[in-house]
């Protein structure tokens, strides 16, 4: 099966700009989370989506950060307006449904602000 | 506040030899215990999910084990390969995925 796409890879913005990360899931998974990962830590949950409504957001900087998941299947991050400690790969991960499921993760988004 | 702790931070083996990843958690509650490899530049993938009434589970070389007592949990792996080269991150979780604790990962290099 396929896994879960992200996109784009990389990305090199200038501070005060925005970006904006793409995420499609495994089919039929109704969960969806994204992830900021920096350098040498674990990943830390920013949103999570069951089909299109949110679970949880509580970890999201929602001054600067937005997710919408509108037809419960792809999914995007935007960031608006960027600073420098946002700079961190993004990971987006799906599972079946929430609790103790699997989570498959995507590649991820490298996010570098300068 | 829910911390995972691992060690070692890194570290170095021969191809071939054998070693043990530690994780010890203050997670409450606890549900379940997974561990994840994460090559560079690529996003986690699942090795092993184990809930609180399992004691060990096994993926190929990759062997797990959880004492929820102690709240402690080990990774084994045997007979290492250059391509287990990665970071092993263990995670714990209360049953709802939103509050999944990580820990920030051994870095693991196999070397010739």
């Known amino acids: 099966e396929a896994g879960v796409a ?3 890879r990389y990305k090199i913005i200038e501070k005060r700009q925005s970006v904006a990360f793409w995420c499609n ?3 039929g998974h109704a969960t969806l989370y994204w992830y900021q990962q920096i350098l040498g830590q674990g990943p830390k949950l920013l949103i ?3 089909n299109n409504g949110v679970v949880d957001d509580s970890q999201l900087p929602k001054d600067r950060f937005s997710a919408e998941r509108l037809k419960g299947v792809d999914s995007t991050l935007k960031i608006q307006p960027a600073k420098l400690e946002d700079s961190a790969v993004y990971l987006c991960a799906s599972s079946f449904g929430a609790g103790v499921y699997e989570q498959y993760f995507g590649p991820g988004t490298r996010l570098t602000v300068t | 506040k829910n911390q995972v702790e691992q060690s070692p931070q890194s570290l170095i083996i021969l191809e071939g030899k054998n070693c043990t990843l530690q994780c010890n958690y203050t997670v409450s509650p606890f549900s379940n215990l997974r561990w994840y490899k994460q090559d560079t530049g690529r996003g986690p993938v699942s090795l092993t999910i184990m809930t609180f009434s399992e004691n060990t589970k096994s993926n190929g070389r990759y062997t797990a084990t959880l004492d929820a007592d102690t709240k402690q949990s080990s990774l084994h792996i ?3 390969q250059l ?7 263990c995670v714990v ?3 709802t995925a939103s509050k999944l604790t990580f820990g920030t990962g051994t870095r693991l290099q196999v070397t010739l």
């Open chain 1, 6 to 8: 992200q996109s784009p």
């Open chain 1, 25 to 27: 899931p495994i089919s």
């Open chain 1, 48 to 50: 999570q989506f069951q």
């Open chain 2, 78 to 80: 045997t007979a290492s």
């Open chain 2, 83 to 89: 391509s287990d080269s990665a970071s092993y991150i």
């Open chain 2, 93 to 95: 979780g209360p049953g």
